[in-house]
């Protein structure tokens, strides 16, 4: 392993990290943020194999800690991968300035960063987020304000051709989880993804029955996460995309931003290993 980990404290050390690993990185765009040229990237590891997870992170700069757990586990990720012969699609970063600068948004402050769809109601009218059990006439992917994200749109359409078996965005959460440090957007299969929410929860507290609130396009929509850390809720982000499109694993990892790096590299790793075991088994 030659990966160098130190201490990550921007995007250019995050790549750095990448540069160390054996897999080469992609150029997929590049954007110019309060005069810094950054170089969007990705990596394809395992390439032969066809049975793939694709993984996120990095949407929102103040949940820093989620791209370089992600780093941090890499190298076992790739080889637990091609153990099970999955190849892996990987976004290490989708926003270096906001990573950089440590804040939701990119340094332009282009929002939301994480909109890629709207659902289309029988009455005509478009929404970012769903009511539970809403029903929808159709959806239509929308371009986002945010540069990077339109790159990454861009990138990703050939990956909604033949959808891959299985997504995951990283992500974390600031403030509002009383009751817990861990929690996971699903959209089906919950008895599969219980399971290792139960796993999981060795490690950390599960947040249970927290209220949220998903604001879309002026449309408030409250929920609450279950007894088991879960909530289903489509609300047009990456993953409501590729679970649309037909990807049979969709989650989204939650973990607070407190939380210690080695634990949130814990707990997405695991993720990452469960989802590459279904993806497998398949
Ligand atoms: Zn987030």
Request: aromatic fraction near 10%; glycine fraction near 6%; include cysteine.
């Amino acid at each position: 392993m030659k990966e160098k980990t130190g201490k990550i404290t921007s995007y250019q050390d995050l790549i750095f990290g990448y540069r160390h690993t054996d897999h080469r990185l992609h150029t997929y765009g590049k954007v110019k943020e309060d005069d810094k040229k950054y170089t969007l990237y990705k990596i394809i590891a395992n390439a032969r194999y066809k049975k793939t997870l694709l993984i996120t992170t990095g949407f929102h700069g103040e949940e820093f800690n989620a791209p370089i757990a992600l780093l941090h586990t890499f190298d076992k990720i790739v080889t637990y991968a091609k153990k099970r012969r999955v190849r892996l699609i990987v976004y290490p970063c989708v926003n270096p300035s906001g990573f950089d600068l440590r804040q939701r948004y990119n340094a332009s402050d282009e929002q939301p960063n994480n909109d890629f769809m709207r659902y289309v109601m029988e009455n005509g009218e478009e929404l970012g987020v769903l009511e539970k059990d809403e029903h929808f006439v159709h959806y239509n992917i929308v371009d986002s304000p945010a540069k990077e994200v339109k790159l990454l749109k861009k990138d990703i359409l050939k990956y909604l051709l033949i959808p891959p078996d299985g997504m995951i965005d990283l992500h974390q959460q600031e403030g509002s989880l009383e009751n817990g440090e861990i929690y996971a957007y699903v959209f089906d299969r919950t008895p599969l993804y219980r399971r290792i929410m139960r796993k999981l929860g060795k490690i950390a507290p599960i947040a249970k029955n927290d209220l949220c609130t998903s604001n879309e396009d002026r449309r408030e929509v409250f929920y609450r996460i279950n007894e088991d850390g879960l909530i289903v809720l489509h609300d047009g982000t990456i993953t409501d995309l590729f679970y649309q499109k037909g990807s049979k694993f969709v989650v989204t990892s939650e973990t607070k931003t407190t939380m210690p790096l080695e634990k949130v590299a814990a707990i997405n790793l695991i993720w990452i290993k469960e989802l590459i075991n279904l993806i497998a088994s398949k």
